[in-house]
T-cell receptor, first 115, second 113 residues
Framework: ETGVTQSPTHLIKTRGQQVTLRCSSQ?????VSWYQQALGQGPQFIFQ???????GRGNFPPRFSGLQFPNYSSELNVNALELDDSALYLC??????????????FGPGTRLTVL | TQLLEQSPQFLSIQEGENLTVYCNSS?????LQWYRQEPGEGPVLLVT?????EVKKLKRLTFQFGDARKDSSLHITAAQPGDTGLYLC?????????????FGAGTRLAVHP
């Protein structure tokens, strides 16, 4: 059983550029959640995808968008990058329908630096 | 304003000491989790507590969920340098048909030999 993987591990972009981050969910999991973790902070929920559709979103602007594919892998896209977008982006996979809570397993994250 | 407040933010102690980390909120959570995160890695789940008043033990770590399911604590007995890391509490909020995981800002623990 493979765990959650993310790519790339590190990325440097400039203001105004666009970025795509990728996540492969753990085998058997159908739900992917994305989080942004700024330096010295806890992760902040961006959105969640279930069966290829967004089914929940945190307080992030529309320039943060995502996709989930039939194999349950996912992408996070950020347009018009701003300096404050510099953070560790975490992906977590889970299996919906597992009870009152769905245990999430986190990937190692992608460190994005915006200059 | 954080929905989940963790305290203290930083803790620097000597090996062998005991410590308690607190996680407080005015909201009720369906369950609460504690994670540990190492630099450059994602959070790793330590425990999930579901029932108000629940106490779970994981070796030298004791986790408690408040009776009203609004707060939790993590107690470490005889801390070791290997316990060093960022400890995060996270609560599940049921919102519009899905469970949203809300994190606290974390407690950064340093245990010195």
């Amino acid at each position: 059983e493979t765990g959650v993987t993310q790519s790339p591990t590190h990325l440097i972009k400039t203001r105004g550029q666009q970025v795509t981050l990728r996540c492969s969910s753990q085998s058997g999991h159908n739900t992917v959640s994305w989080y942004q973790q700024a330096l010295g902070q806890g992760p902040q929920f961006i959105f969640q995808y279930y069966r290829e559709e967004e089914n929940g979103r945190g307080n992030f602007p529309p320039r943060f968008s995502g996709l989930q594919f039939p194999n349950y892998s996912s992408e996070l896209n950020v347009n018009a990058l701003e300096l404050d977008d510099s953070a560790l982006y975490l992906c977590a996979s889970s299996q919906a329908g597992g009870g009152s809570y769905n245990e999430q397993f986190f990937g190692p994250g992608t460190r994005l630096t915006v200059l | 304003t954080q929905l989940l407040e963790q305290s203290p933010q930083f803790l620097s102690i000597q090996e062998g000491e005991n410590l308690t980390v607190y996680c407080n909120s005015s909201s009720v959570f369906s369950s609460l989790q504690w994670y540990r995160q190492e630099p450059g890695e994602g959070p790793v789940l330590l425990v999930t507590v579901v029932t108000g008043g629940e106490v779970k033990k994981l070796k030298r770590l004791t986790f408690q969920f408040g009776d009203a399911r609004k707060d939790s604590s993590l107690h470490i007995t005889a801390a070791q340098p290997g316990d060093t890391g960022l400890y995060l509490c996270a609560g599940f909020l049921e919102a519009g048909g899905y469970n949203k995981l809300i994190f606290g800002a974390g407690t950064r623990l340093a245990v010195h030999p």
